[in-house]
């Protein structure tokens, strides 16, 4: 996107007086009969013809009336005037906070930019102008306001800007929807859904994202994956929108292929664990003990059935043959069986490096 200068300058905005003046020395009408034809004063008149009153719907009926042309036209000439107006005063309704503001966003500004949101180079001030439209919002300084109450409530260590995960939040609502879904979710169908996740996970030629964000529009839920930013710590993000429909989000902070299909398996959980309501926006921050552990919960149910996964563990045999055909017989890659053993430290993590998918994403 090539930069350009926001704003006109006010020497160049042209009042509808202008054009009411124009028409009456045209046609040798005064001011005085012109106020007599449309009902108003001669004062009234005089202010507008000056640039000093606009253009009020009754004066452009009478208008309409007096001189034979459309009110639609004199309203239309106000409505632009007023508009070049605010576009030339534009830069005076920045605020210092949203200077401050600006300065705590250049990761998403960069973004923005690489994504051709922005104009590559302008001001700083302009680029707050930028922002506001990019994440349709009048005042970037209002995106702390974004952040639910309750988010990060347990987590004080966290480097958290609320500008940086304001902006996160707007682009995760404002995230084009490229499929029409019809389908709402309904939690009788969870085991076929995991099914299907597994069978993309297995698939040699799959293209994860798009495959993933087909079948999950199947089943109700809206997905996408989105870049992750500094200040941001989060894993996901999702809504219930009006119609019914989940919006899921997950952020791209690890490319190992296990951690994410874990992070998706969890989100999952989240949604037919009821954690998301009409009114409630889930940013899924680690905070909540209580649901993220029920999550956590799903998501190892749903990839390792527990039996099984005793069973296994019981045999003590963590060899890779074996770890790929325990794999087999749940329908998930060796990473998922390999990553499980060394977050439960029956592994080191640096066994079977070479089995640890890496993915790279298309953001």
Same mark, same amino acid.
């Given at each position: 996107?090539?930069?350009?200068?926001?704003?006109? &300058?006010?020497?160049?905005?042209?009042?509808?007086?202008? $054009?009411?003046?124009?028409?009456?020395?045209?046609?040798?009408? @005064?001011?005085?009969?012109?106020? &007599?034809? *449309?009902? =108003?004063?001669?004062?009234? =008149?005089?202010?507008?013809?000056?640039?000093?009153?606009?253009?009020?719907?009754?004066?452009?009926?009478?208008?309409?009336?007096?001189?034979? +042309?459309?009110?639609?036209?004199?309203?239309?000439?106000?409505?632009?005037?007023?508009?070049?107006?605010?576009? !030339?005063?534009?830069?005076? *309704?920045? $605020?210092?906070?949203?200077?401050?503001?600006?300065?705590?966003?250049?990761?998403?500004?960069?973004?923005?930019?690489?994504?051709?949101?922005?104009?590559?180079? %302008?001001?700083?001030?302009?680029?707050?102008?930028?922002?506001?439209?990019?994440?349709?919002?009048?005042?970037?300084?209002?995106?702390? %306001?974004?952040?639910?109450?309750?988010?990060?409530?347990? #987590?004080?260590?966290?480097?958290?800007?609320?500008? =940086?995960?304001?902006? /996160?939040?707007?682009?995760?609502?404002? !995230? %084009?929807?490229?499929?029409?879904?019809? *389908?709402?979710?309904?939690?009788?169908? @969870?085991?076929?859904?995991?099914?299907?996740?597994?069978?993309?996970?297995?698939?040699?030629? !799959?293209?994860?994202?798009?495959?993933?964000? &087909?079948?999950?529009?199947?089943?109700?839920?809206?997905?996408? +994956?989105?870049?992750?930013?500094?200040?941001?710590?989060?894993?996901?993000?999702?809504?219930?929108? &009006?119609?019914?429909?989940?919006?899921? +989000?997950? $952020?791209?902070?690890?490319?190992?292929?296990?951690?994410? /299909?874990?992070?998706?398996?969890?989100?999952?959980?989240?949604?037919?664990?009821?954690?998301?309501?009409? *009114?409630?926006?889930?940013?899924?921050?680690?905070?909540?003990? +209580?649901? %993220?552990?029920? #999550?956590?919960?799903?998501?190892?149910?749903?990839?390792?059935?527990? !039996?099984?996964?005793?069973?296994?563990?019981?045999?003590?045999?963590?060899?890779?043959? $074996?770890?790929?055909?325990?794999?087999? @017989?749940?329908?998930?890659?060796?990473?998922?069986?390999?990553?499980?053993?060394?977050?439960?430290?029956?592994?080191?993590?640096?066994?079977?490096?070479?089995?640890?998918?890496?993915?790279?994403?298309?953001?």
């Amino acid at each position: 996107m090539e930069a350009k200068k926001i704003g006109i &300058s006010r020497d160049l905005i042209i009042h509808p007086g202008e $054009t009411v003046a124009d028409v009456l020395e045209n046609r040798g009408i @005064t001011q005085a009969e012109l106020a &007599s034809r *449309t009902g =108003v004063s001669q004062a009234y =008149v005089c202010n507008v013809i000056a640039g000093k009153k606009g253009i009020s719907a009754n004066f452009a009926m009478g208008l309409e009336y007096a001189l034979g +042309v459309p009110k639609s036209f004199w309203l239309n000439l106000q409505a632009n005037y007023e508009a070049e107006l605010l576009e !030339a005063n534009e830069e005076q *309704t920045i $605020t210092e906070e949203e200077r401050i503001a600006r300065e705590e966003l250049k990761d998403v500004v960069k973004y923005l930019r690489q994504k051709g949101m922005m104009p590559i180079r %302008e001001k700083k001030d302009d680029s707050i102008l930028s922002l506001r439209k990019a994440l349709q919002i009048s005042n970037i300084a209002n995106l702390k %306001e974004m952040i639910p109450c309750g988010v990060f409530r347990m #987590a004080a260590n966290r480097a958290v800007n609320p500008y =940086v995960l304001g902006a /996160w939040i707007r682009l995760c609502q404002i !995230a %084009e929807n490229n499929k029409i879904i019809s *389908t709402k979710f309904d939690k009788n169908y @969870t085991t076929e859904l995991i099914n299907e996740m597994k069978c993309i996970m297995c698939q040699k030629d !799959a293209k994860i994202q798009k495959d993933i964000k &087909s079948i999950m529009g199947k089943y109700g839920i809206d997905f996408s +994956v989105a870049r992750n930013f500094r200040g941001a710590p989060v894993q996901g993000y999702i809504s219930q929108k &009006s119609d019914g429909i989940y919006q899921m +989000v997950l $952020t791209i902070r690890g490319s190992f292929a296990d951690i994410f /299909w874990f992070s998706l398996f969890h989100e999952i959980g989240h949604i037919v664990n009821g954690d998301i309501g009409k *009114t409630l926006k889930f940013i899924d921050d680690g905070s909540d003990n +209580v649901k %993220e552990m029920a #999550a956590d919960l799903f998501a190892s149910n749903m990839l390792l059935s527990p !039996a099984s996964y005793d069973k296994f563990i019981e045999k003590g045999d963590f060899s890779i043959e $074996t770890i790929c055909k325990y794999a087999r @017989t749940q329908n998930v890659m060796p990473y998922i069986v390999i990553g499980r053993l060394q977050k439960e430290k029956y592994l080191d993590y640096s066994a079977y490096s070479n089995y640890k998918l890496r993915y790279k994403w298309a953001d």
